[in-house]
Nanobody, 125 residues
Framework: QLQLVESGGGLVQSGGSLRLSCAAS????????IAWFRQAPGKEREEVVC???????AYYDSVEGRFSISRDNAKNTVYLQMNSLKPEDTGMYYC???????????????????WGQGTQVTVSS
């Protein structure tokens, strides 16, 4: 079982950058796929990026080329570097984890077992 804590959110102007962190405690972190989800006001939560246990990543929607996910298994932490931020990137960002056998990311509709409390990202125009 993993416990996840997100940090790094805040208020930034359009075109700016933020780096989110997802710190995990628990066993077998290196066997878990980690994903970042976001939930914009009035919208459903959606997955935006994933990193597999092997470090392979997958990006969804309009974040590819602007967001970069990485993991440091020695620190039990996953990072989300967000560049060229847009107002539509505003939302609550959650990290999620699941122990997943494949070296690829789970499918986008995969149900993750462990979730953090979220960190707010607000991008002003």
């Amino acid at each position: 079982q993993l416990q996840l804590v997100e940090s790094g959110g805040g208020l930034v102007q359009s075109g700016g950058s933020l780096r989110l962190s997802c710190a995990a405690s628990g066993l077998f972190f290196d066997e878990h796929a980690i994903a970042w989800f976001r939930q914009a006001p009035g919208k459903e939560r959606e997955e935006v990026v994933c990193i597999s246990r092997a470090g392979n990543d997958a990006y969804y929607d309009s974040v590819e080329g602007r967001f970069s996910i990485s993991r440091d298994n020695a620190k039990n932490t996953v990072y989300l570097q967000m560049n060229s931020l847009k107002p539509e990137d505003t939302g609550m960002y959650y990290c999620a984890a699941d122990r997943y056998w494949s070296n690829a990311c789970p499918p986008r509709l995969h149900e993750y077992n462990y979730w953090g409390q979220g960190t707010q990202v607000t991008v002003s125009s």
